[in-house]
């Protein structure tokens, strides 16, 4: 059964062999104007995400401010239990006996942001994301191998099924498909 | 961030060096390579090997069934030792968890191309081997089902812990530990699911994998985020490894017991950890990848470099023991003195005399390449290793404990059958998670063996 050609496309997806070609596909497709752009790969490509014209990463200020949290909390907890909730005179000594607090503060810092980090990260990557339309795209399983992927998306004021599709192909891929939602 | 971990340094190009990866090798095949591990069926050997680990874990649960029912009086331990093989046991475990954090974390930031093939399963090796850690504080508790007094929480009689008390650090070191070994361990899994869940052929396997992978399509945006959060928990974790064995030798350093009272504790408990956690990564990593033919990933490279790492840990290991005696002797404590010498020439000489053999005396095979290079011989050292390193504990807990200040309280002490039955059970318990593992999940982490193949040098073949 053939699809008919109205079916509404998420974007067009060139398939290129090796991430030199997928780097430079990328940077001619900035330069020729398109902005909603994302790139599979197997691996972690250095500059893509630039090349891509992507916003830096958000997770490091997640990272401090769950650390801040973390410390913050470790110590009130501390201080609270054992100077407010549950005052133990041992000696006479402070209640507020801040060294012996630290190896707890610490503790926490890393717990809070290493959560905030993980979960951070999978939050900003929109994970789980059970369905996606690239997954539509037969040969996509080989993003996750040995192939590299750029997709333009449909959303971008410069898409243009035609005129696109015939960018792709000018970029030598080794192959062009269109992404169905 | 400017750059990818695990691209493009100038030590893995430098041609004087033997490669980390075989000649020859393309992204394609070492995806298939490695994921054919998994995906390829049961080997018939596996079954024998995890039912043997998993009868051992039968016999820890009967074990701790007996514990639970009788109370810690089946173990040796008594006044004045009132800690044994336990803690002995739980140090141990801890320690030998502490190398895959290094592997994965430290080794990632100083940017050590060499760990990309060993850092997956020297992380499940952390997991598991904190697994059997935890295990022993909470059945030596006496009442470990009140576990949970260990924890803040409002609590209906009013108490709170004792924040002061080295063992409530304990509580929340060994707990903040395992949950970052795990996240970090997982993360690191998450590309490497997505791979399973496009090459495996059942459709069972394609949903529990998918499921697992949560969507991951290796999109650009998620690479990004992706490399920040790993680099960032790597930089969360390597405090906290050098935390964990600290605060470890807290429990003992914090004591006033001559033998444990003594501040250079954490530093050389933190090596120790890392000795002993080398010597079980190789105590894995050789017949692993004899079993898998895995040696062209995990190459003879691999294994002088840990065996290196091995030797100069070994050696802070050594300087540790020396400084002990050495600070007895000068510190002028008359208790110190007599701690010494009863390690020494006491009842215990023997276990003292063989934890230097095999701690200090062994490894310096290692100074000799050729033995360096022979996968048996590292093999048998590490083996060496981890029984010198359980000595080693075993040594400072109990010769410590059983003659304090007051020769009216001194007291000797032995393991009993119980204690040999959970230290063997936990053997169990590990071996049987690990041979889970290579089962179901890849051991080498593939998309960091991607990122080592000449092909993935972008910056370079630009330049």
Known sequence: MTRPRTVRLYGQMAEFASPHDLLAAAGAARSAGYRRLDAFTPFPIERLSETLGHRPSRVPMLVLIGGIIGALAGYGLQYWVSAVAYPLNIGGRPYNSWPAFIPITFELTILIAGIFTVFGMLVLNGLPTPYHPVFNVPHFALASRDRYFLCIESKDPKFDPASTRVFLEGLSPSGVFDVEY | MEQT????????????????????????????????????????????????????????????????????????????????????????????????????????????????????????????????????????????????????????????????????????????????????????????????????????????????????????????????????????????????????????????????????????????????????????????????????FITDRHLQNMAKVMLATGLIVAYGYLIEIFMAWYGDNRFDVYMSLNRMFGPYAFQFWSLIACNVVAPQALWIKRLRRSPVFLFVIAIIVNVGMWLERYVIIVTSLHRDFLPSSWGMYSGTVWDYSTFVGSIGLFLALMFLFIRFLPMISIFEMRTILPEARVEEARK
């Open chain 2, 5 to 296: 971990p695990g691209t493009g340094g100038p030590r893995a190009a430098d041609p004087g060096r033997p490669p980390l990866i075989a000649p020859g090798y393309t992204s394609a095949t070492v995806t298939d390579k490695i994921s054919a591990v998994v995906l390829r069926g049961t080997p018939r050997w596996w079954f024998a090997a995890f039912g043997a680990a998993f009868l051992l874990v039968m016999l820890l649960l009967g074990t701790l069934g007996h514990l639970f029912l009788k109370g810690v009086g089946i173990y040796g331990v008594n006044i004045p030792v009132g800690w044994g093989w336990d803690i002995t046991n739980f140090v141990w475990w801890i320690g030998i968890g502490h190398a895959g954090t290094l592997i994965s974390a430290i080794l990632l930031l100083l940017r050590q191309e060499w760990r990309n093939s060993i850092n997956r399963f020297a992380e499940a090796m952390t997991l598991f081997a904190v697994a059997c850690a935890s295990l022993y504080p909470v059945v030596h508790l006496g009442r470990p089902w009140v576990l949970y007094w260990l924890f803040p929480y409002p609590s209906t009689m009013g108490v709170w812990p004792q924040f002061r008390s080295p063992l409530v650090w304990d509580v929340f070191a060994v707990s903040t530990y395992a949950t970052i070994s795990l996240l970090f361990w997982f993360i690191g899994l998450i590309p490497d699911l997505a791979t399973l869940r496009d090459r495996a052929k059942s459709r069972f396997a394609q949903i529990v994998y998918g499921m697992l992978a949560m969507g991951w399509r290796g999109s650009a945006r998620h690479w990004h985020n992706y490399e920040s959060a790993y680099l960032m928990l790597a930089g969360l974790a390597t405090p906290l490894v050098v935390s964990v064995h600290s605060v470890v030798s807290f429990d003992f350093a914090v004591g006033i017991i001559p033998g444990w009272h003594s501040t250079i504790f954490p530093p050389y408990f933190v090596a120790g950890a890392i000795y002993s956690g080398f010597a079980m990564v190789l105590t894995l990593a050789i017949p692993l990848r004899a079993i898998f033919g895995l040696k062209d």
